[in-house]
């Protein structure tokens, strides 16, 4: 089985020449989404791929390949499996992030769209193509929903795996997209298909989060953290959540990281393999059992208790997910109030008391099993208690229906369920429609994604030959130049840009 690999021992006070951002908390985010693609009503066979491959026909003609960057600096490509795939570009923000990846979401559906109008032609009128925003297919193929956070290249993988891991089990309490199986509901699409915590394993094993080292910045400040774990989520609450409570453990991690103190979640370490508290939580609909499975029990019960907080089970051998949630977000709490500027100063569209807020009423809702608090925000919930009142009209509601209904939910181009959720106020929208259509269009301002899309913007308009990603820029024709652009947080043009741009 893969070991944890840490390419770098670089320590906080080994270099003398560092980024500005090096000593802060500012982070860069971003959300890699795999979506499903399936047709129904064809007068003749047509398969995923084939599907897939007419979405991208536009893309192939302009690019001359499925795998290109676009004027809003994210990346469009097709992946392994025939799955459509958007990378957002650069964010300092969670909820800037939300937005580009929402702006993902309207761009594939133009493509279906686009593509669904011409596979009629060829198909017949009935010819519809569905584009999946989830985790896993009909079929039970799985595919992901990457989150990437920038971090500190003092924090060690052992550290991750110790620290942050345990947090990333348990938030899916509130992130889980929610999965109808043959057993019954489960809380999180992922957990039955991740069989491992921090590897650097892609395809043998699945781990929860990725190791392989791909900074897309400087290696010696920086490691790109790369976390496979969470769900596709069409709640817009439960996106920004993720990433936010996720940025704030962070900070406490890389801050103890830095000093060589303890952060306090030491004591959530899981055990050897983390799955099976995954597994098991993820199908505790009362989000009440002890289920998570620590190397040092009694070292967490000494925490709780000096700590103030209270035991909700005495099992002498696990603990509940939300016990480890609630130590996470005490411990959050205490941090972001001795350092409330520093936290506030690296969240430049988030109010941290907000999400704190927020974060906390999801736990207590939990706790007192109040679901009508979260079904307006947190998607298995939200699915959970619609599929509960389509039973109780429908009693006869088969196993298969209730897919149907499941696979509806994340149906981004002919789904209905999701549009009317959300149209009777049902689900919570954070993000207007009009900045949605603007980001399709421009990327954040604030990061390198400006530079990167400006220079598509320019070469598309010039006809220029062009490549790029995340750290380079190049055009071949008509004239050859090219730019690296390491630091993710730098959206001032360099020498090597300006001259690039010039020659256009």
């Known amino acids: 089985m893969p070991q944890l690999r840490d390419s770098s021992n670089q320590g906080p006070g080994n270099r003398t020449s560092r980024s500005p951002e090096y000593d802060s908390f500012h982070r860069i985010f971003g959300i890699e989404t795999e979506y499903g693609v399936s047709v129904t009503g064809a007068s003749k066979p047509c398969d995923p791929g084939q599907v897939a491959m007419t979405m991208f026909a536009p893309i192939l003609s302009r690019a001359r390949s499925t795998n290109t960057y676009l004027e809003n600096g994210s990346r469009l490509y097709l992946d392994v499996g025939s799955h459509p795939e958007y990378a957002t570009a650069e964010a300092r923000d969670p909820a800037t992030a939300l937005t580009q990846d929402l702006a993902g979401e309207e761009i594939m559906r133009r493509l279906a769209l ?40 003092y924090v060690s993988l052992p550290i991750i795996k110790a620290q942050l891991l345990p947090f990333l089990v348990t938030r899916q309490l509130f992130t889980g997209a929610g999965r109808v199986t043959e057993k019954g509901f489960e809380i999180t699409q992922r957990a ?71 952060s306090g979640f030491e004591c959530c370490a899981l055990t050897a393999d983390p799955s099976v508290s995954n597994k098991a939580m993820s199908t505790d609909l009362s989000c009440a059992q002890p289920v998570m499975q620590l190397e040092n029990i009694g070292a967490f019960r000494n925490n709780q208790k000096k700590l103030g907080l209270q035991s909700s089970s005495s099992d002498a051998k696990a603990v509940t997910a939300l016990e480890i949630q609630y130590l996470y977000l005490d411990i959050v709490s205490r941090f972001v109030e001795s350092h409330h500027e520093q936290i506030e100063r690296s969240l430049p569209n988030t109010d941290c008391t907000d999400i704190l807020c927020e974060w906390k009423t999801a736990l207590d809702a939990l706790s007192a099993k109040d679901f009508s608090t979260l079904s307006n925000r947190v998607d298995w919930v939200a699915k959970y208690q619609l599929l509960g009142k389509m039973k109780e009209r429908n009693p006869e509601l088969s196993p298969a229906q209730a897919r149907q209904i499941d696979m509806n939910y994340h149906d981004i181009v002919n789904g209905s369920i999701y ?86």
């Open 114 to 153: 686009g593509a669904q109008a011409r596979l009629r032609k060829t198909h017949g009128e009935h010819a519809t193509i569905h584009l999946f925003k989830d985790n896993v297919d009909s079929a039970g193929h799985a595919f992901g929903c990457h989150e990437n956070y920038l971090v500190r290249r």
């Open 192 to 262: 039955a298909f991740l069989d491992e915590g921090v590897s650097s394993s892609t395809t043998r094993f699945r781990p929860m989060v990725n190791t392989r080292d791909e900074p897309h910045a400087d290696p010696d400040e920086f490691r790109r953290l790369h976390v496979i774990i969470g769900d596709s989520n069409r709640s817009q609450w439960a996106t920004k959540m993720k990433l936010a409570t996720t940025h704030l453990v962070l900070c406490v991690i890389e801050d103890a990281a830095k000093r060589s103190v303890a």
């Open 419 to 504: 549009p009317s959720l959300v149209g009777h106020g049902l689900l919570k929208t954070l993000v207007p429609d009009e900045a949605i259509e603007h980001a399709v269009e421009n990327p954040p301002q604030d990061t390198r994604a400006a530079l990167r899309g400006g220079f598509v913007h320019r070469t598309l308009n010039a006809g220029a030959t062009f490549s790029c990603d995340w750290t380079h820029l190049k055009t071949t024709a008509p004239t050859r130049h090219e730019a690296e652009l390491i630091d993710p947080f730098a959206f001032t043009p360099n020498s090597d840009y300006r001259q690039l741009i010039d020659s256009l």
